[in-house]
């Protein structure tokens, strides 16, 4: 008697398990459709600081980068990562294309969008070139770390 009671216990564990691991396979497919898409870094510019809100970045991705300038002061988002890249610069509904572009110049409360396929993992530095003191970084996984 105990032990068919132990028995079916351990048939409703067993169950709830394969449903368990069902739903962590269809995350895992919703994260896959996910990953296809557009990750984004958000960076704006207060009290001569760079503030950066990113989640994960992977490599080889399309990546949008959003900086917006709260200052009012004129400010620059330049960086090297960009460098031999092809990268979208959007300003004032304005499109600029090209490889080796360095950055983007903020007015007061002006904002821009970076368009780009980062291709190197590691850790990726942007400055204002107008203020020197003033640099953030981003940080690219390699898919392999995830
Ligand atoms: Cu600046």
Same mark, same amino acid.
């Not at 069902?22 to 704006?44: I, R, S, Y």
């Not at 600081?49 to 949008?64: A, D, E, I, M, Y």
């Not at 110049?105 to 107008?130: K, Q, T, W, Y």
């Given at each position: 008697?105990?032990?068919?009671?132990?028995r079916?216990?351990?048939?409703?564990?067993?169950?709830?398990?394969?449903?368990?691991s069902?739903?962590?396979?269809?995350?895992?497919?919703?994260?896959?459709?996910?990953?296809?898409?557009?990750?984004?870094?958000?960076?704006?510019i207060?009290?001569f600081?760079?503030?950066?809100?990113?989640?994960?970045?992977?490599? #080889? *991705?399309?990546?949008?980068i959003k900086?917006? =300038?709260? &200052? %009012?002061?004129?400010h620059?988002?330049s $960086?090297?990562?960009f460098?031999g890249?092809?990268?979208q610069?959007?300003?004032?509904?304005?499109?600029?294309?090209?490889? #080796? *572009?360095?950055?983007v110049?903020?007015?007061? =409360?002006? &904002? %821009?969008?970076?368009?780009?396929?980062? $291709?190197?993992?590691?850790?990726?530095?942007?400055?204002?070139?107008?203020h020197?003191t003033?640099s953030?970084?981003?940080?690219? *996984?390699?898919t392999?770390?995830?």
């Open positions: 008697m105990f032990r068919r009671h132990v079916s216990w351990a048939c409703c564990l067993s169950i709830g398990l394969m449903v368990g069902t739903w962590v396979m269809a995350g895992e497919e919703e994260k896959l459709g996910l990953a296809q898409t557009e990750q984004t870094v958000e960076v704006t207060k009290d600081k760079f503030v950066t809100k990113q989640g994960t970045l992977r490599l #080889g *991705l399309p990546t949008v900086v917006r =300038n709260e &200052d %009012a002061e004129r620059d988002f $960086s090297v990562m460098e890249l092809p990268a610069i959007e300003k004032d509904g304005v499109i600029v294309y090209g490889r #080796g *572009l360095g950055g110049f903020l007015d007061s =409360n002006r &904002d %821009a969008v970076v368009r780009f396929d980062m $291709s190197r993992p590691g850790r990726h530095e942007f400055r204002c070139s107008i020197p003033m953030g970084e981003l940080l690219i *996984l390699s392999e770390a995830v």
